[in-house]
């Protein structure tokens, strides 16, 4: 059974940092790219990053404009979002995907997803 | 960007209804549309692919149909467990998601 499990979220101050981190399971993690998608109440549904299989070519939304970086470990099957700079705005449910696909990849597995709060 | 626009925002359905859900494109997306449902508290969940394709393990009620710009998920048959947020998704250039249809109880 495929599983991805995240963790790391929590409250942080505007400004500050927070590494999350995706657990996956139940599949060989090397043939899937792999990406972060958050969802709030005010923007819905985001895509944020995406990593290639070995971790060679990583792939952001324009809007980030440098403050998150997305990264793996093959060798323990888990995916990485480091997020700097945090703003309110950046208050949400993060959760990490599998990506599949040929010519271009969607999301089959999704985690639980993993809160992050930004205040003061 | 790929704006993506639902409608309806929310549906009202009764068990053993026929609902659509419409997405459309602001350009053409050829067939590069998933589907996806949540539930309270869930993360969400592929439906469809590819426009049409079936995800495995997904009950046969559902289909979808559509290219270029215009898409539908129907659900033939509403059941209990259907009742939910209902997301399309563009993957053809990045990604951008519709806004979500509810579906409720009527």
């Known amino acids: 059974e495929v599983q991805l499990v995240e963790s790391g979220g929590g409250l942080v101050l505007p400004g500050g940092s927070l590494r999350l981190s995706c657990a996956a399971s139940g599949f060989t993690f090397t043939n899937y790219w792999m990406s972060w998608v958050r969802q709030s109440p005010g923007k819905g549904l985001e895509w944020l990053a995406n990593?290639?299989?070995?971790?060679?070519?990583?792939y952001y939304v324009d809007s980030l404009r440098g403050r998150f970086t997305i990264s793996r470990d093959n060798a323990k099957n888990a995916v990485f979002l480091q997020l700097n700079s945090l703003r309110a705005e950046d208050t949400a449910v993060y959760y990490c995907a599998r990506g599949i696909g040929i010519y271009t990849i969607y999301f089959d597995s999704w985690g639980q997803g993993t809160l992050v709060t930004v205040s003061s | 960007d790929i704006q993506m626009t639902q409608s309806p925002s929310t549906l009202s359905a009764s068990v053993g209804d026929r609902v659509t859900i419409t997405c459309r494109a602001s350009q053409s997306i050829s067939t590069w549309l998933a589907w996806y449902q949540q539930k309270p508290g869930k993360a969400p969940k592929l439906l469809i692919y590819?426009?049409?394709s079936l995800e495995s393990g997904i009950p046969s009620r559902f289909s979808g149909s559509g290219s270029g710009t215009e898409f539908t998920l129907t659900i033939s048959s509403l059941q209990p467990d259907d009742f939910a947020t209902y997301y399309c998704?563009?993957?053809?250039?990045?990604?951008?998601f519709g806004q979500g249809t509810k579906l409720e109880i009527k």
């Open positions: 990593i290639k299989r070995d971790g060679s070519e990583q």
């Open positions: 998704q563009q993957y053809h250039y990045y990604y951008s």
């Open positions: 590819e426009a049409s």
